[in-house]
């Protein structure tokens, strides 16, 4: 349609009624609306952006012209605009509609402000605008159908809607606020029959809507044939919410979010078919849905908290709870036929105590538990058998058992527990009992954990002790005694030390001196070195040569006591060789004394062992110009006595090294 830029003229026929001229009567003194409204045949458009002496309170200011069926009103931003009672005169407008701007625009409907349109059915539409408020009364005694669309809050005052026949649409509404009793049948003020069936509200939708609480009584009317609630999301279902005074063909809460539907929301109603799918509850409290006579179909919801008796159905055609998720859920009242109600394909987590325990048929449950060959706790849920129905889920290690990932309660029992509380073990898609599969796999799971963590304490183990043995070993000189060790009295390492400095860098008896007295040997390896060395030593060095004896003389020499040397035997000195032969004789005292039967003394001038002499204990000497005197070195004699417990036979002579002259 095309605007004018000003509203200074009547359109064509703008005030001739429908079938004859002008009423007077009710329209003197009254601004005829096409004056500020442009009209064309039964169209009235009120434009506030055109028009910016347009008034926003529509009253009886106004008169609608009687061929008027279609008004129109466009807000701008900032409009609040009123419609008030008597703007109407016997008119029959069949449709109004406000579109706004969503920009701090308003409409609000007073009371009985189509209390005098006389159309039929007619339609009344708000559309994209910022606040809507519904006072009551505003829709009484009539047939009407009320949309309110993509609104950012809606209220709903009590007593809004009194009428016939409404077919009510609240679509995406971001806030919605039904007062107590917003739905009310009203009373015979308006000349309708108010019996029990004599008021109907033909549909009401809530679509989309953002609703903070459906609170107490809000349906109370008597009849609503079809009310949706549809991808709403609503915090609180108070009690007393929907009662026995509704009465409805169809009820149904479709993908809505609902946070409590609280004790005797949905109570006694008498509704013919109520339909629950795909919502997600989070709790339901006692007693929250009671309900007789009704088809009931719950379906595809997720609902998070049930508790008991949440739900009461008696007398019911037709119940189906179906494809739901549960979550602690509690026991419900379902007291009708068997054949008339299906609980079927439901998956519960942690079922309370007699959650199970109704008449329904129930035919794959599927409880929170892992499959095991202890049944006991089904009985606590149910007094029915329900092992053929209730289903448990199958661990891991035994999927390629039953090729599944849950499974019902008595095939488990039968296939992996052969009947019995023993678990069978599945492998290569076969049962075995435990003792077969041990030996057809070498070990259970367990077990090769059990034998895993013993090797690795037992090899953990070894390990510590073969250090702490390496460590003592290693800290007592190569794990021998500390009394078998060679130590070179410091004076005598300081002497020899003095002797090798003075021979020249890389000599081979330097280097020997040095290993010998920086080394650390054993008395045996010690012994045989510095034989070896004074057999090969080239300087004819008696200064040399007189420290090792000296040094043999003190660690070599010591009687053993038991198995080693004993730890309070101090080092014994060699005698030392008369200076004389006149002074104390040969017999009296020999050249060195002898530690032990498997150390043989050395021999003062290296000789050669003599002939083994069974029968004589005591040799004679054989260089008697000796400069230790002539006595024989391997002489077994003390003080020419064989009482001193030495054993006569020969003791071997040790080699001997040429000595230096």
Avoid at 147 to 163: E, H, R, S
Avoid at 427 to 448: C, E, N, R, V
Avoid at 522 to 546: N, Q, Y
Wanted: contains cysteine.
């Amino acid at each position: 349609l095309a605007h004018p830029e000003r509203y200074n003229r009547l359109p064509f026929r703008g005030h001739s009624q429908v079938g004859g001229g002008q009423d007077p009567a009710h329209r003197e003194n009254r601004d005829d609306l096409c004056t500020q409204c442009f009209c064309s045949h039964i169209k009235a458009i009120c434009d506030f952006q055109q028009n910016k002496t347009l008034s926003s309170v529509f009253n009886n200011k106004y008169a609608v012209p009687l061929n008027i069926k279609y008004i129109e009103v466009r807000l701008t931003a900032g409009t609040q605009f009123v419609l008030h009672e008597n703007l109407f005169q016997d008119n029959q407008v069949n449709y109004f509609g406000v579109i706004g701007v969503k920009d701090n625009d308003q409409v609000e409907m007073t009371s009985n402000a189509f209390f005098h349109n006389k159309g039929g059915y007619p339609s009344i539409e708000i559309s994209k605008v910022s606040s809507v408020f519904l006072q009551d009364k505003f829709l009484p005694g009539a047939e009407f159908k009320l949309l309110v669309d993509d609104v950012d809050k809606l209220v709903v005052f009590p007593n809004a809607f009194q009428m016939t026949n409404l077919d009510c649409t609240l679509r995406r509404i971001r806030h919605l606020e039904l007062m107590k009793n917003a739905f009310n049948p009203g009373g015979a003020t308006y000349g309708i029959n108010l019996g029990i069936f004599g008021v109907s509200m033909s549909k009401v939708s809530l679509v989309g809507c953002h609703i903070g609480r459906i609170m107490s009584n809000a349906f109370d009317v008597t009849s609503i044939k079809e009310l949706f609630i549809d991808d709403c999301d609503i915090a609180v279902i108070e009690s007393q919410a929907l009662t026995n005074k509704l009465h409805s063909d169809k009820v149904a809460i479709l993908s809505t979010v609902i946070g409590t539907i609280e004790g005797q929301a949905i109570s006694q109603s008498g509704i013919t078919t109520m339909i629950m799918s795909g919502n997600t509850i989070n709790k339901i409290c006692s007693n929250g849905i009671q309900i007789v006579a009704v088809n009931l179909f719950i379906r595809n919801n997720t609902m998070r908290h049930l508790e008991p008796n949440w739900l009461s159905v008696g007398q019911a055609d037709q119940v189906a709870i179906e494809d739901n998720s549960f979550d602690n859920y509690g026991r419900c009242e379902l007291n009708i036929g068997s054949s008339n109600c299906s609980f079927r394909n439901n998956k519960l987590q942690h079922p309370q105590a007699g959650s199970l325990n109704f008449t329904c048929r129930v035919h794959q449950v599927r409880v929170g538990r892992e499959c095991t060959c202890d049944k006991s706790w089904l009985s606590a849920l149910t007094d029915h058998d329900l092992e053929s129905e209730v289903m448990c889920q199958v661990a891991e290690r035994h999927g390629g058992c039953f090729n599944a990932t849950s499974t019902d309660l008595r095939r488990f029992v039968n296939e992996a527990c052969g009947g019995n509380a023993t678990m069978r073990e599945c492998i290569a898609g076969q049962w075995h009992a435990k003792s077969a599969s041990d030996q057809l796999s070498g070990t259970s799971k367990y077990h090769i954990t059990w034998i895993a963590c013993l090797i690795a304490g037992v090899t953990l183990a070894i390990v510590l002790v073969v250090g702490v043995v390496f460590r003592c070993w290693h800290s007592s000189g190569g794990g021998r005694n500390s009394n078998d060790i060679c130590l070179i009295a410091e004076d005598i390492r300081e002497q020899l030390q003095q002797r090798a400095s003075v021979l020249k860098v890389g000599d081979g008896t330097r280097n020997s001196i040095m290993k010998l007295i920086n080394g650390q040997f054993s008395k045996e390896v010690c012994h045989t070195r510095i034989m070896s060395f004074l057999g090969d030593l080239k300087h004819k060095s008696p200064e040399i040569e007189a420290l090792l004896f000296q040094h043999i003389a003190q660690c070599h020499m010591n009687p053993p006591t038991g198995d080693g040397y004993g730890p309070g035997a101090g080092p014994t000195s060699p005698s030392a060789p008369s200076p004389n032969p006149s002074e104390g004789g040969f017999d009296e005292e020999p050249v060195y004394q002898e530690p032990d039967q498997q150390r043989p003394l050395i021999c003062g001038e290296y000789s050669s062992p003599p002939h083994h002499l069974v029968e004589n204990p005591y040799s004679e000497p054989f260089n008697a110009t000796s400069k230790y005197g002539g006595q024989d070195c391997n002489s077994n004699s003390r003080n020419g006595r064989e009482s001193d417990g030495y054993s006569g036979q020969l003791r071997p002579l040790l080699p001997q090294p040429n000595r230096m002259s």
